[in-house]
């Protein structure tokens, strides 16, 4: 059981506040995503939790126990560096033996565990041989068994997977996935890349300037983001917005439609719509095609809405010029709202 | 240019150098070791090891190396971890502990040889704090030891700088996420050290025994001013046969033999310290 709290954690590098005021709670065996574009924070969090990096301030709490006062060995935790971090000087076999050699396990049992996590990893074959000897994603496999092999009730991800190459990246994804919801241990996975975050999470934390801008399953996160800035960063391509004013009848007013808006709306609010949830019909955004990006399934339009950058993707077999007049519709049930003030999501 | 000639072409003035500042020497005095008037003889090595003084020599320089030049990889490991893990004061710390590099062997022998002689510094502090009456004769033929022990003092203090900037600098090139995961997976600052620091630091530390050991067994100066001739060694012998017997084919003999005890230890670190294929960073 390894529940992690983090409680009003806040770190500063000198002048620079790299967190503010963290809370965060990860359920025992959640797989916890820190998503957000370097800088934002995620892998000081990451650090912190792991003891690499002590916190200005709050505490952190792992199965029960605090741990913001003990080294990284005391924690229970496993990491898998970005870099690897795979010791050169020794073999893939005594890498991953590294931690059980330092509990003092007697040899069998270390022999078991490397075994059975190579074996795992399939890596079996590479155990003779140093990590100079070894590809990128072997060096990957070899650093995710050595974690493994502790048997940690957390396991701590840096951008594991940001140094291979895109098929590589793609196929260790799915193997990760597998692998680790078998090891029942809770994991958090630090990432900057929203695919990868979305196909991993249980729940994705999405992180902007120091602060946890939301934390919910990926197709929440996805669909109804909490502010401005998660639907601007998820989703590819990201939201579009436009500004919307309150008409005489209640109704918001939108690049020159009128939208039903939600009760507890201002005087001004911000409208959003994924491109996939626009469709062409009468009586829509008035919109001129810019770029059309055929795509195969569909078809990227990047048009100009109101003077303001508009993208819808739409069924391929629709024939569109660049040039051309469109009328897009919102989905009603898709459409999302945004305060322009607090930027957050208003219903 | 040809890219064929280039390499050679590049590779042209450090050969020429070493061809007429090395190798031509070299041949010269393996010509005067192993010749008497135009033909082959080993009479000059059975002169030299015939010598009563020859085995004491030999042994003098040797043991003053394996005593010397572990204590000074000891030292310097320490010092470097000291200089490693200083963060505002390092290169203040580091030009300290380098100042004895700037000064000559001799002058460094005569520093010592201030402190230790009958009138030097030691003597004064002992008498005037009247632990002894009169000063001690340190430096006599009686006392081979202290002698011996003021020779390592002396080589400690002018040496062990080179081996911990060598260190310094390898230490340096060890990536900082390697100690994040030996800490992480378990290990203290003890198994760090061990574990990490001294195994990646493999190829710094053979570089330094190699250049430490080959200086040590050339140590010349300092034994000359803290001993003159009562602590005999292979480069006073091999100055001695030259200069005073005049018998530079003895002399070339002795240069030999420091020769190939340097080459011997060089071998033996390549060997010992050596990387396995593969694993380097």
């Known amino acids: ?347 | 240019m040809n890219s064929k000639t280039l390499p050679y072409l590049l590779l042209a003035p450090a050969t020429i150098f070493l061809v007429v500042f090395f190798l031509w020497p070299f041949l010269q005095i393996a010509w005067l070791a192993f010749t008497t008037e135009g033909g082959f003889t080993m009479q000059h090595f059975q002169t030299m090891a015939g010598n009563w003084k020859f085995w004491p020599t030999f042994w003098n320089t040797v043991i003053l190396a394996a005593i010397v030049v572990p204590l000074q990889l000891v030292m310097a490991l320490a010092m470097a971890q000291v200089v490693a893990k200083l963060k505002t004061t390092r290169n203040t710390i580091l030009y300290i502990f380098t100042i004895p590099l700037g000064l000559s062997d001799l002058a460094a022998g005569i520093i010592w040889l201030a402190i230790f002689e009958q009138s030097g510094f030691l003597n004064s502090m002992l008498v005037g704090l009247g632990v002894v009456d009169k000063p001690i004769l340190f430096l006599g033929y009686q006392n081979l030891w202290v002698i011996f022990i003021a020779v390592i003092l002396a080589e400690l203090w002018r040496a062990t700088a080179i081996v911990m900037v060598i260190l310094v600098s390898g230490m340096g090139l060890i990536p900082k996420e390697y100690y994040e995961a030996a800490e992480v997976f378990g290990a203290g600052p003890w198994k760090r050290f061990v574990k990490v620091t001294l195994p990646m630091l493999k190829p710094s530390i053979q570089t330094a025994m190699i250049l430490r050991t080959i200086a040590a067994f050339e140590v010349f100066a300092v034994v000359v001013a803290l001993g003159g001739t009562t602590l005999p060694v292979l480069v006073g012998e091999t100055f001695n046969w030259q200069f005073a017997l005049n018998d530079r084919n003895v002399a070339a003999a002795f240069a030999l033999v420091i020769l190939a005890i340097s080459i011997a230890a060089t071998l033996v670190f390549l060997r010992v310290l050596r990387t396995p294929k593969g694993a380097t960073l």
């Not at chain 1, 503010?20 to 892998?43: N, P, R, W, Y």
């Not at chain 1, 301030?57 to 795979?86: C, H, S, T």
């Not at chain 1, 073999?91 to 931690?99: D, K, Q, R």
């Not at chain 1, 660049?322 to 607090?342: A, I, N, Q």
């Open chain 1, 1 to 347: 059981m390894a529940e992690i709290l983090i409680k009003g954690v806040a770190k500063s590098f000198g002048s620079f506040t790299a967190l503010h005021s963290i809370d965060l709670t990860i359920a025992d065996q959640e797989f916890m995503v820190l998503l957000g574009a370097s800088g934002c924070g995620k892998t000081t969090l990451l650090r912190i939790i792991a003891g690499l990096e002590s916190p200005t301030q709050g505490e952190v709490w792992i199965g029960g126990k605090r741990v913001d006062q003990l080294p990284p060995r005391e924690r229970g935790i496993a990491m898998v560096f970005q870099n690897y971090a795979v010791f050169p000087h020794l073999t893939v076999y005594e890498n991953i033996a590294f931690g059980l050699r330092m509990k003092k396990l007697p040899q069998a049992e270390v022999d078991t565990r490397v075994k059975r996590t190579a074996e795992l990893m399939h890596i079996e074959q590479l155990l003779k041989r140093y990590s100079g000897q070894l590809s990128g994603g072997q060096r990957q496999r070899v650093a995710v068994a050595r974690a493994l092999a502790m048997e940690p009730d957390v396991i701590l991800m840096d951008e594991p997977l940001s140094n291979l190459d895109a098929l590589l990246r793609l196929e260790m994804r799915a193997e990760l996935k597998g692998v680790l919801a078998n090891s029942k241990t809770t994991t958090i996975y630090v990432t900057h890349d929203q695919v990868e975050a979305m196909s991993l999470a249980d729940r994705i934390s999405v992180m902007n300037g120091g602060h946890i801008v939301q934390a919910a399953s990926p197709v929440e996160v996805y669909r109804n983001p909490a502010a401005r800035f998660v639907g601007s960063f998820i989703g590819n391509p990201p939201m579009n917005f436009l500004p919307a004013a309150r008409n005489g009848d209640g109704r918001y007013q939108v690049a020159g439609i009128a939208l039903d808006g939600p009760s507890s709306g201002g005087a001004k609010l911000e409208f959003a719509i994924r491109p996939e949830d626009l469709t062409i019909a009468a009586g829509g955004l008035k919109a001129t095609a810019r770029v059309i990006e055929p795509l195969g399934a569909h078809t990227l339009v990047t048009s100009e809405v109101d003077g303001k950058l508009f993208r819808a993707v739409l069924d391929s077999d629709l024939k569109v010029a660049p040039g051309d007049e469109l009328s897009l519709v919102p989905k009603p049930d898709r459409v999302r709202w945004f305060d322009p003030e607090t930027t957050r999501a208003v219903n």
